[in-house]
Each structure stands twice: as structure tokens, then as C-alpha cells.
């Protein structure tokens, strides 16, 4: 890709960008949400054509490139935001307009031997038989890597691959990724994970404002403090400070706002949870994926439903059959799956963003269902500016918008509600450290506030930055809980990993 630029209107998303990927190489992509890298991979995939610039694909110019011509080029691309249809099998989503067959007939037993060597390569050992909806997204995440491995793409980017993968599916993928190296395959691999760019690339590429920072290998002088600074500017420690433990104090006769006894899903996948938050608390929930943290919280405000269990709000039992009925009990959701729960894909920005509180921007209080769309947007104008969302204006459609700021107009449609229990679930999921600070911020205001907070994260440098207490589900469980000063790296992966009693001690 040489000098490409690409403008929206006015906006102006890649100035003069050049990125080369060489056949059994790891490109790491690396910028800041908004920087323009999926821009870029979207005109190296044929999703959007360059205003400027030239692609070469194996030394020859490729005209007006499409989804189509590029996968024909051997370019795919797996979205961090999943493109798995529930409704149909395994096997179909892998093979999707591409079902094999012979004088216009479905070869189903063929699709589904295929679809099985193609899931054991990432380490999934599901039926492809089965119904996609049944898959968590971890396992959805390896379907997107099977697709992509289906169509012998000769590039692939991997956008934020392992963002809801556990430590075991990550070291399948690296795996799935060294061996494509040797067949000289380039992958593009694009995280904000520096760990694993430190583990897996062979050369990065950052960007900055739609602009090139830089290109170089990843030799032994590349360090996380030097990505970051290319990245943003200044130091690693002044954008993810991981042992922050600046959250305020929360003393023990502060009053408890959400007490939870026994709670058990109808399905099994949470049983006989316990724990209890104060005012102004903020208390994490890890665990490996599939422990059952996200089922937790879903049936906490009603999502999912439960057997047995008692919620008291504020020291009343309280009835939460439905999201609905917790909120109007003060406590709100902030859900992992962003991009099918967070938000409303056909609504622009700053109609998502005042969705909760539209009685508030209603004449009569919203008695009689009458929207002053004027309130409404100067609400969501107030929101954006607070939160920096980086948009051409609050019209603009939400899809169009980085990950990172999606997920600022998902967190900021609840700031102006008045919520008393915020539950964040893998709040920052696949976005970069500058915005990691500022939802790490947000938190922290909202608890000084007096708000309770509730954070599931997959990150546990994330929960031991952020949390007073510590939870550790595993196995549909809490198994260990852990005051922030005596939680430590190893005594909670120890816990998420073995028999644990309430205290935190290994059982024999």
C-alpha cells in the first residue's frame, strides 16, 4: 500500500500512509482508537476505495478493489467484532457462500468433514453440526479464524484475535500463526496487547491521526515504553498505570447498595452466588472464560433467568425479572458484546447516546411519548465533549466510528442516568491504552460519586489497578475473594485455576 489517503466528507481519515507486508511475516498494526487503522485494513480488504494511492498485490497494481477481488487475491480479514450468524451451523458460518456441491446440490457430509479439519487446526473440538448460537464468543472468535483459513488466504488480518480468548486458546492461535509464518502466509496482526506484539511480531507499523508514525523491525530495541510513546506520545505509566491504586478509600460502615445471596441461573452456568458492594466500591470479577462471571451479571439485572436467589437493593429485596425493572431499581449493564448489545447500528451517535435517558429530554417527562430531539442532542453534545468521542459531528452514523469510541458513546449514554449500581463487563475490550485511561477515569469518578461499581475484565492488571475487592469466579462460582492489597498476580490466577475455599486457600 503506497502513499493512501482516505477522506469522509470533511474528515479526513488517512493522509499519505504506505505499509508493505511480506509473504511469512507478522505486521503488527498498532495506533491509538481512531489512528485509522481500520480504515486501512477496510481499503486493504476492498471495503472502502482509497481517495489516494496504490495497492499492489504480489508486485501488480490492483484497480478498485472489493471484498470480492480481494479474497479472490487471497486477503481476508477477521474483525474484531464478530460476524457469526446464530441461526445456522458451524460448518455453514466457515463455508458462507461457499458451500460445496455438485450440479447445484448441498454436499453436507463433505462441508462437514472440511469444517472439522479446519476447526482441529484451531483448536476448537465442537461439532460443526451444531448451531453457531450455541458457541461462547471465545469459541466464535476461532470460527472467524477457520473461515479466514477456508479461503487459503495468502494475507490475513487479525484484528484484536485474542481479545476474548483464554491463556490456552491464545497459545493455540500463536501456534495457528507460526505455522502460517512457515507456509508464507503475511498476517497482519493488529492488538493493544504489547505482550503478545512483543511474542509474535516480526516488524510494526504505527499511526497516529491517520497519519505514519513509523515502520520498523521488532528488534531488540523495541520496547512496550517505545511503542506507546510512538502511539501516543508520551509514556507507558502515564496512559496504563497498572498499579494505580488511586481509587478512594471505601470504609466499612459505608452503607451496602446491592447484596446478592445465592443466586442461580436456570441454565446452571452461575449456581449459589454470594457477594456483597458498598457505596462508592468498586470490586472486579475475574476469571478464565467460561467461568461464569458475564452469566453472573446478566442474570443479576434480569437478562438471563434465574432458579433461585435473592438481590436486595439497598437492604430491600428486590424483584429484577427483566434489564427494565433493574433499572428502574438503579443498576444498569454495561455489556461485553458491544456491538450486538451496546448500541443501536441503524441510530446515529447522538440518538444512542440519550436512548436511556429519553424521558428525561422528553416534554411532560416523556408522559406522553413527545421527544425534544432538541435536548436530546445538546445531552449527547455534553457527552461527547466530556468522553472526547472522536467524531465528525453527533449525526454521524455510530458504525462509523473506532471500537474505542464506540465504546465511549456505550459507557456515556449511562452517565447521565441516574443509576446507583454501574455494571461494566470487559469494559475495555480490544481499545488502546489512551482510551483505557479515560474509561479507567470515568470508573473512578463514578465511585467517588458514591456509585457502586461492578467490573468483569479478563485483564487482571486492569482489576488490581482499579478494584478495592477482588472476586474470582470458576466454575459457574465465586471461589476466592481478595482485599486489593493482598491480591497478587499469582494468588488470583492460582485461584481461577484451582480448588479454592472463600478465603482465598488452596484446597488439597
Known amino acids: 500500500m503506497e502513499n493512501v489517503s482516505k477522506t469522509f466528507g470533511a474528515t479526513r481519515a488517512l493522509d499519505n500512509v504506505s505499509m508493505t507486508i511480506w509473504p511469512g511475516e507478522v ?48 486477503i481476508a480479514i477477521i474483525h474484531q467484532e464478530l460476524s457469526i450468524i446464530n441461526e445456522i451451523s458451524i460448518a455453514e458460518n466457515i463455508f458462507l457462500g461457499r458451500l460445496p456441491g455438485n450440479r447445484g446440490l448441498f454436499d453436507r457430509k463433505t462441508l462437514e468433514k472440511m469444517s472439522a479439519e479446519l476447526l482441529a487446526r484451531v483448536g476448537l473440538d465442537m461439532d460443526p453440526a451444531w448451531p453457531a448460537g450455541v458457541l461462547k464468543i471465545s469459541q466464535k472468535q476461532l470460527v472467524e479464524i477457520a473461515k479466514a483459513l477456508s479461503v487459503g488466504a495468502r494475507v490475513i488480518v487479525m484484528d484484536e484475535p485474542t481479545s476474548s480468548l483464554t491463556p490456552e486458546e491464545v497459545e493455540v492461535l500463536f ?3 507460526n505455522d502460517l509464518r512457515k507456509e508464507g502466509v503475511g498476517i497482519v496482526y493488529i492488538s493493544h496487547k504489547l505482550e503478545e506484539i512483543m511474542e509474535i511480531g516480526d516488524r510494526v507499523t504505527v499511526l497516529k491521526d491517520g497519519t505514519l508514525v513509523g515502520s520498523r523491525p521488532m528488534d531488540e530495541e523495541v520496547t512496550p515504553e517505545l511503542l506507546v510513546q510512538m502511539m501516543v506520545g508520551s509514556d507507558l505509566s502515564s496512559k496504563y498505570d497498572t498499579e494505580d491504586h488511586s481509587a478512594v478509600e471505601v470504609k466499612s460502615d459505608k ?32 476469571g478464565l472464560v467460561g467461568s461464569g462471571r458475564t452469566e453472573a451479571m446478566r442474570a443479576l439485572v434480569g437478562a438471563d433467568p434465574v432458579s433461585k436467589g435473592t438481590v436486595y437493593l439497598k437492604g430491600e429485596a428486590a424483584r429484577i425479572s427483566n434489564p427494565q425493572a433493574a433499572l428502574k431499581n438503579g443498576m444498569g449493564l454495561i455489556p461485553e458484546d458491544r456491538r450486538h448489545e451496546g448500541f443501536c447500528h441503524n441510530f446515529p451517535i447522538w440518538k444512542n447516546l440519550t436512548l436511556p435517558v429519553i424521558a428525561k429530554a422528553s416534554k411532560a417527562g416523556g408522559l406522553w411519548g413527545l421527544v425534544n430531539a432538541r435536548k436530546e442532542r445538546q445531552a449527547a453534545a455534553k457527552v461527547v465533549e466530556q468522553l472526547n468521542v472522536r467524531c465528525a459531528s453527533i449525526e454521524q452514523p455510530i458504525t462509523q466510528l473506532s471500537g474505542g469510541n464506540q465504546q465511549k458513546v456505550v459507557l456515556g449514554k449511562w452517565l447521565e442516568t441516574d443509576l446507583d449500581i454501574f455494571i461494566f463487563d470487559e469494559p475495555t475490550r480490544g481499545i488502546d491504552v489512551g482510551v483505557k485511561a479515560s474509561i479507567y477515569d470515568i470508573i473512578k469518578d463514578l465511585a467517588r460519586d458514591g456509585k457502586s461499581i461492578l467490573v468483569v475484565s479478563s485483564e487482571l492488571p486492569e482489576l488490581l489497578a482499579l478494584c478495592h475487592r477482588l472476586m474470582v469466579f470458576r466454575e459457574g462460582t465465586i471461589v476466592a475473594e481478595f482485599p486489593i492489597s493482598k491480591a497478587t498476580k499469582e494468588n488470583v490466577l492460582y485461584a481461577a485455576t484451582a480448588r479454592i475455599n472463600n478465603q482465598g486457600v488452596g484446597v488439597q
Open 175 to 177: 501456534k495457528i500463526i
Open 255 to 286: 452503607p451496602i447498595t446491592v447484596k446478592v445471596e445465592g443466586l442461580t441461573r436456570a441454565d446452571g452456568r452461575c449456581k449459589d452466588v454470594s457477594f456483597e458492594v458498598r457505596e462508592g466500591e468498586i470490586v472486579g470479577f475475574f
Open 27 to 74: 505486521h503488527v498494526l498498532l495506533g491509538e482508537n481512531g489512528a485509522g487503522k481500520s480504515t486501512l485494513m477496510k481499503i486493504l480488504s476492498g471495503v472502502y476505495q482509497p481517495s489516494d494511492g496504490v495497492i499492489r498485490v504480489n508486485g501488480q497494481v490492483v484497480e478498485r478493489l472489493n471484498p470480492k477481488t480481494a479474497q479472490e487475491a487471497g
